[in-house]
Each structure stands twice: as structure tokens, then as C-alpha cells.
């Protein structure tokens, strides 16, 4: 009879689209673009969580702007105008005027001037920042400075982050996708939320990128599943993905699994009825 180590984690997967407010690129025209940065229940004492947002009225100026949140209470607003002036092969440079409000404090600080600049190393990689001077009326505060890095990372692209660990996405079903971590002696697939269920989607992953040493997996529905009455529908979401679980740590010949990608909080009351049949 196989056994199976099962273990509970909860993992934080950062994402940086594009450096957020502090690169010297424009979104485009009638384009939107938005970046998130999350300081997950606060672990870093100093950071923060903010949401950056970014519309381009023509292909040169935009209108930009951030919300950040600070556990210590000084929550902080910020919304100006954006302005490429050159739009190089390798370097792109932009100026910007805008006016953040701190919650708390009463006076507004003026962001100007500023100087943000993007350096495109390649093709996929990015060297990125801001040099703003922050005015509190005619005052001036100081001068911040904000460097960025990115490298894009395409579908099944290899990539070595050192000489004995490799990384590889995986594109899995509409908008999902799975990471695979290779190491010399550890090779552990990331499946987070991806909807491999059935036996011959599990086997044909299998046969294109073999067995796997560690798998992570969703082990609960997070989603909306029927209303309060329905609670068949709940009942069958979570057996489904309990025999998905069993189904993968089967086929892919694994010796741990570790299910997680379930964090998530029933907390209205015309949905707290998902909780009774939700795998905890």
C-alpha cells in the first residue's frame, strides 16, 4: 500500500508585472494597466501592500496612480500625470507630476519633479526605477530613489537560476499554469489551482514531463458553489477534489504532497454555508 506524507502550506507567490509606478515606460493608448504588490498578513514589519494603476490617454501620457496599504495605519493615495518623453530601443525616460495624501496628516505632498527610466538590457529583461523629490507646500521633503529588475518568463521556457536549479511554466487549460523546479536530487511540481482531474489529463501530462518527487495541489474548492440550499453541489465540489489529489500523487509517482492554494474566507452570510462542506 503507498503512503502519503501530507502537509499543510500556504504559499505567497509575488508577482511584478512591470516595477509598478517606478519605470519610464507608457501603458499605451486606451490601454490599462495595473500591478499589485502584496505584504502577506505583514511578515515584512516595513512593507506594504499597494495596488498601481496606469491608463494611457495617447501613447505617451498617461494618467497613473497607487493606493498603498500600511499596517500601522498610514494608508497612503496617490494620483498625477505621466509623461514619455523618449521611447528608445534600449532606454525609455519619463517625467511625471503628482500629489499623494497620507491618511492622518493633513497636508498633501507634492511629487515633483520626477524622472523615471526604464533600460531594456534584451528583449525579456529590464532594468527599471524613479528619482522623485517629494514637497511638503513649497518645502522640500527629500528625494526617493527606486530601482526595479524583471525578466520575462515565457510558457515553457527553461530557466537556470543556477548552475543544479531550473525552473519551467507550464500553461495549463484557459488561464492557469504550473511550475516545475528541477534540482539535483528534488524535482517538485507546483500545480496550485490547476484543473487536472481526470485520469487521462494526469497521464498525458505525465507522459510529457514525467514523475515528480514533491507535488503541490489545491486541495479544497475556493470559489463560489451553489447557493445555500445547494449543498450537493458543495458536497461533490470537495470529493472531487479530494480523488483530483489522490488521482495526481498516484499517476505522478510522488512521494509527498502537499496540499494548499485553498486560503480563502466565507466571511458574508450569504455564503459562510460554503465552510460545511469546504476540506479544512
Known amino acids: 500500500m503507498k503512503q502519503y506524507l501530507i502537509i499543510l502550506s500556504l504559499a505567497v507567490v509575488p508577482l511584478f508585472p512591470s516595477g509598478g509606478y517606478d519605470h519610464g515606460t507608457s501603458t499605451g493608448k486606451g490601454l490599462l494597466e495595473l500591478d499589485f504588490t502584496w505584504n502577506p498578513f505583514n511578515i515584512f514589519e516595513q512593507g506594504q501592500s499597494y495596488v498601481v494603476l496606469g491608463y494611457g490617454f495617447t501613447d505617451r501620457l498617461d494618467i497613473h496612480g497607487y493606493y498603498s496599504y500600511i499596517h500601522?495605519?498610514?494608508?497612503?493615495?496617490?494620483?498625477?500625470?505621466?509623461?514619455?518623453?523618449?521611447?528608445?530601443?534600449?532606454?525609455?525616460?519619463?517625467?511625471?507630476?503628482?500629489?499623494?495624501?497620507?491618511?492622518?496628516?493633513?497636508?498633501?505632498?507634492?511629487?515633483?519633479?520626477?524622472?523615471?527610466?526604464?533600460?531594456?538590457?534584451?528583449?525579456?529583461?529590464?532594468?527599471?526605477?524613479?528619482?522623485?523629490?517629494?514637497?511638503?507646500?513649497?518645502?522640500?521633503?527629500?528625494?526617493?530613489?527606486?530601482?526595479?529588475?524583471?525578466?520575462?518568463?515565457y510558457e515553457n521556457e527553461k530557466i537556470n537560476l543556477s548552475h543544479d536549479v531550473q525552473v519551467q511554466i507550464i500553461k495549463y487549460d484557459f488561464y492557469d499554469s504550473a511550475l516545475?523546479?528541477?534540482?539535483?536530487?528534488?524535482?517538485?511540481?507546483?500545480?496550485?489551482?490547476?484543473?487536472?482531474?481526470?485520469?487521462?489529463?494526469?497521464?498525458?501530462?505525465?507522459?510529457?514531463?514525467?514523475?515528480?518527487?514533491?507535488?503541490?495541489?489545491?486541495?479544497?474548492?475556493?470559489?463560489?458553489?451553489?447557493?445555500?440550499?445547494?449543498?450537493?453541489?458543495?458536497?461533490?465540489?470537495?470529493?472531487?477534489?479530494?480523488?483530483?489529489?489522490?488521482r495526481q500523487a498516484t499517476i505522478l509517482n510522488c512521494k509527498t504532497l502537499i496540499p494548499f492554494a485553498n486560503f480563502v474566507y466565507f466571511s458574508n452570510e450569504l455564503n459562510s454555508s460554503f465552510f460545511r462542506f469546504r476540506v479544512l
Open 72 to 153: 500601522d495605519g498610514a494608508d497612503n493615495y496617490y494620483g498625477g500625470m505621466f509623461y514619455q518623453f523618449l521611447d528608445s530601443k534600449h532606454l525609455d525616460l519619463a517625467t511625471a507630476i503628482g500629489v499623494r495624501t497620507i491618511r492622518g496628516f493633513s497636508q498633501n505632498q507634492l511629487f515633483m519633479p520626477q524622472l523615471l527610466y526604464t533600460i531594456h538590457l534584451s528583449k525579456k529583461t529590464r532594468l527599471g526605477g524613479s528619482f522623485v523629490t517629494i514637497k511638503n507646500k513649497s518645502r522640500n521633503i527629500g528625494t526617493t530613489v527606486d530601482m526595479f529588475f524583471s525578466r520575462e518568463v
Open 180 to 246: 516545475i523546479i528541477k534540482t539535483p536530487g528534488l524535482k517538485i511540481l507546483n500545480l496550485n489551482d490547476c484543473p487536472m482531474r481526470e485520469e487521462n489529463e494526469i497521464n498525458k501530462f505525465r507522459k510529457k514531463h514525467g514523475y515528480f518527487d514533491t507535488v503541490l495541489s489545491q486541495y479544497s474548492y475556493a470559489a463560489w458553489k451553489g447557493g445555500a440550499n445547494n449543498k450537493i453541489y458543495r458536497e461533490n465540489a470537495a470529493k472531487e477534489k479530494l480523488e483530483s489529489l489522490e
